[in-house]
């Protein structure tokens, strides 16, 4: 995915922001990840449903618009640790791999299910602490491991939407941070000791948080409309 640069620039420059009261929620039912000693790559492939958006925990109504081909990938860093469980017999059970953060982009592709209209566009946040993937080493069967389960879970940092789905989804484009959560990578490949790691047929949930449009600068922006027309009064009287 190429991001746009102006995108990424007012994500680097972007305030952050002190509250945020409004909680975008949206899950595929598909997704695959690949991992091992090098790095991970968590792909959310494009079957997303449409946005559940909470205020101030009020459920708001659907939206209009709903998501076609709405996708993301993740690309980790490095690997920063491997760390291994193991059961009373000494027989590894688990795997737990620590990534280096990276930057979380998601690709929009909305329609508007009453205009017909279409829109596209990014959200872009960086990954805030380490990637996590944790293998369920299935010690019973080692014989098949494809019966192996993955997660993965990240941190996202303050983020940007681009305005074109921002205003479609009616929310602020600058956001306060979120997360990503896939539990149910099956079908897993590989051991502990295997380089390059696969597993699929995942359900990813991504979180964003979304401050509301703050009070103070609409106070602010009152007050010097009021203090305008005083002016303007006593210049007249």
Request: overall charge negative; aromatic content about 10%.
């Amino acid at each position: 995915m190429r991001i746009p640069l102006s995108l990424l620039s007012l994500l680097l420059f972007a305030p952050r922001d002190s509250s945020a009261e409004a909680i975008l929620v949206t899950q595929s039912d598909e997704s695959r990840i690949s991992y091992g000693t090098s790095m991970a790559v968590h792909d959310g492939l494009p079957f997303f449903g449409d946005f559940d958006i909470d205020v101030d925990g009020i459920r708001q109504p659907p939206l209009d618009w709903q998501n076609v081909d709405t996708r993301f990938q993740t690309v980790s860093g490095p690997l920063l640790q491997q760390t291994l469980e193991t059961n009373a017999a000494g027989e590894v059970t688990g795997s737990l791999y620590l990534y280096e953060g990276s930057t979380f982009v998601m690709q929009f592709d909305l329609y508007n299910s009453v205009t017909g209209e279409t829109r596209n566009g990014f959200f872009v946040a960086p990954i805030i602490g380490p990637i996590r993937v944790t293998a369920t080493e299935d010690s019973d069967l080692p014989s098949y491991p494809s019966y192996d389960s993955v997660e993965t879970f990240y941190l996202l940092g303050p983020g940007l939407f681009d305005d074109s789905i921002a205003s479609a989804l009616g929310i602020r484009r600058r956001t306060a941070g979120g997360n990503v959560f896939d539990p149910y990578l099956t079908f897993g490949t590989g051991d502990p000791t295997t380089p390059e790691r696969t597993a699929g047929e995942g359900a990813p949930t991504v979180t964003i948080r979304v401050p509301e449009p703050a009070a103070l600068i609409l106070l602010g922006t009152a007050s010097f409309g009021l203090v305008a027309r005083r002016r303007r009064t006593r210049r007249h009287s």
